[in-house]
């Protein structure tokens, strides 16, 4: 009861949050089989998100990375992040369903899967298409802070969440929004609404409390967090191992990670980010404007080096205030794939044109 499982999300969170999935395949295979010694329960290795990167920016084949990659590892069971959504477009569902198959094909049978809107009536219908095609699928419950987002809400969602039957549940804190005290008050809420199922806790750091939270959590129960590896932890992505596990160990509890074949994989990254440019993941302020717009991590380093190919990096501010008003204005959707994504682009564009709604992108109108 003492141990503390740990899902490591270097590779696809971690890097998504800080370097903008900047990072190459050649990078990650270099430092494969040196992750695979670490002792993490499961890894995030790959996600949606990857392929548009990948292809467009890098040059790159994603699938070398899902097939070459995927060899490496031998000891660690290793997750794909997504499911049968549509993403940012809509795609056909045979597109959708042959991309998992052949994920599944490389050996990947485990995912974390969102429905953006904690519809647990749609991810019932994913899960379904998922299981069939070998997936075990984690499905996530998505915090948030808005009008909409009471104790009530949460203690329902959990219980649809585990009406679906998934393999596991995760709470998300994709945004970096709660704090010790929800914490305290959330977590009870939705072990006693999941029954039996295994919970994992998920949570980025861009208002420097989700380490505290970590504490919380593990002082209610929690057995199973999400961490990155530094430089790639801290800053927008999750806490990192080495603090999630002295924490714990000070609480006498035992982390179940080899911490001395970790510092390699540390040292490697901090190689790279150097050699690349990438930034070095940092312990964040608290920031209050964090509840006002909400954007999350990965989509702040996407926006930043968006506006900075323009020309305009000196804009994220403004765009990132227009956000908090168009979420509104929108009705309070979870700032989370690809809903975030159509609230921070309007809002984008809104300040570039100078002109509120001057221009809607079709994304939006769907």
Not at 327 to 348: C, D, H, K, N, S
């Amino acid at each position: 009861m003492n141990e503390i499982h740990i899902i490591d999300t270097t590779l696809r969170d971690g890097q998504l949050s800080l370097w903008a999935l900047g990072m190459r395949t050649g990078a990650m295979l270099a430092i494969a089989e040196q992750m695979d010694q670490c002792g993490f329960q499961s890894m995030e290795f790959f996600g949606f998100a990857g392929y548009i990167k990948y292809v467009r920016e890098h040059k790159e084949n994603p699938w070398d990375w899902m097939g070459i990659g995927a060899k490496k590892f031998r000891r660690t069971r290793l997750r794909y992040h997504g499911g049968l959504a549509t993403g940012f477009e809509k795609i056909p569902r045979s597109v959708r369903l042959l991309m998992i198959e052949r994920v599944v094909a490389h050996g990947i049978t485990l995912t974390r899967s969102s429905d953006p809107w904690n519809d647990y009536e749609a991810s019932a219908v994913e899960i379904d298409g998922l299981k069939k095609l070998g997936m075990d699928v984690v499905v996530n419950i998505i915090y948030s802070v808005s009008p909409r987002h009471t104790d009530e809400y949460y203690a329902q969602k959990a219980r649809e969440a585990a009406g679906i039957n998934p393999y596991r549940i995760c709470f998300k804190d994709v945004g970096g929004l709660l704090t010790p005290e929800r914490t305290r008050t959330l977590f009870p809420l939705i072990q006693k609404n999941i029954g039996d199922l295994p919970l994992e806790f998920h949570a980025h750091c861009n208002n420097g409390m989700a380490p505290f939270n970590y504490v919380e959590a593990i002082k209610l129960g929690a057995n199973t967090l999400h961490t990155a590896i530094p430089p790639l932890a801290n800053g927008s992505s999750q806490p990192s191992i080495f603090n999630v596990a002295s924490n714990a160990q000070a609480l006498g509890y035992e982390p179940l990670v080899n911490l001395d074949a970790i510092k390699p994989v540390e040292k490697h990254f901090t190689f790279i980010a150097k050699r690349e440019g990438h930034p070095i993941g940092a312990p964040r302020e608290y920031d209050h404007a964090q509840y006002l717009h909400q954007v999350p991590g990965g989509m702040i380093s996407n926006l930043r080096h968006q506006l900075r190919t323009l020309g305009m990096e000196e804009k994220l501010p403004a765009v990132l205030e227009e956000a908090g008003r168009v979420r509104a204005e929108f009705g309070y959707p979870i700032m989370v794939t690809p809903l975030a994504q159509f609230v921070g682009t309007q809002a984008a564009i809104n300040v570039i044109a100078g002109e509120r709604y001057k221009e809607v992108t079709d994304q939006s109108i769907q």
